[in-house]
């Protein structure tokens, strides 16, 4: 299974980017994968931004992103949104999706990763 993250960007403060990531090779089995994203800022650790769970459709976010961020899949195309509005400097990080697993911050797999820049 591979997963291909796309979407990210230069943007300005208050700006908005929509994220995609999409699921390749053994996939018949993505509706019943628990989803997410990640990002990693600049000299940080890599941190919990959104998850969603495969079965109920039930969304979580970091307190952070609340109110600004919106997690979403389709899964008759194997792909994973994160819609992000609002965007703030502090967003800057490279974002990486994940797929299969418990959920949270655990998956089975994981995408390369896309750089958001958010300008001030």
């Keep these: ?69 919106t997690i979403s899949r389709d899964n008759a195309k194997n792909t994973v949104y994160l819609q992000m509005n609002s965007l703030k400097p502090e967003d800057t990080a490279v974002y990486y999706c994940g797929a299969g697993g418990i959920g949270g911050t655990t998956y089975d797999y994981w995408g390369q990763g896309t750089l958001v820049t958010v300008s001030s």
């Design 1 to 69: 299974v591979q997963l291909q993250a796309s979407g990210g960007g230069l943007v300005q403060t208050g700006g908005s980017l929509r994220l995609s990531c999409a699921a390749s090779g053994r996939t018949f089995d993505f509706s019943s994968w628990n989803v997410g994203w990640l990002r990693q800022a600049p000299g940080k650790e890599r941190d919990f931004v959104a998850a969603m769970h495969w079965r109920t459709g039930t969304t979580y976010y970091t307190d952070s992103v609340k109110g600004r961020f």
